[in-house]
């Protein structure tokens, strides 16, 4: 999906499209001096991905956390 498309889907689907052309360009080479700026754009988009990835579909420690702890039986 190209990006002008996913950004009418949501920000899931503008994150991963995003991702996906930055990853792809890199693949394909790009100029020194362009490559560090977009390897950090990268990664950052990945970190927000996996926000919001987390939101959508939970969280293991998040739901981990917040479990209530059983009742510890008294001596």
Known sequence: MNVA???QQG???LLEALRDSIATSIDDGVPA???ASLSR???EI???????VAEEEGDDIGE????PDDPWPAP
Not at 46 to 52: A, G, I, P, S, Y
Not at 64 to 67: D, K, N, Y
């Open 33 to 35: 001096r362009e490559l």
């Open 41 to 43: 754009r990268l990664m």
């Open 64 to 67: 981990a956390a917040s479990t």
């Open 46 to 52: 990945t970190r927000e991905l996996d926000e919001v």
């Open 11 to 13: 920000r899931r689907a």
């Open 5 to 7: 498309a996913a950004a």
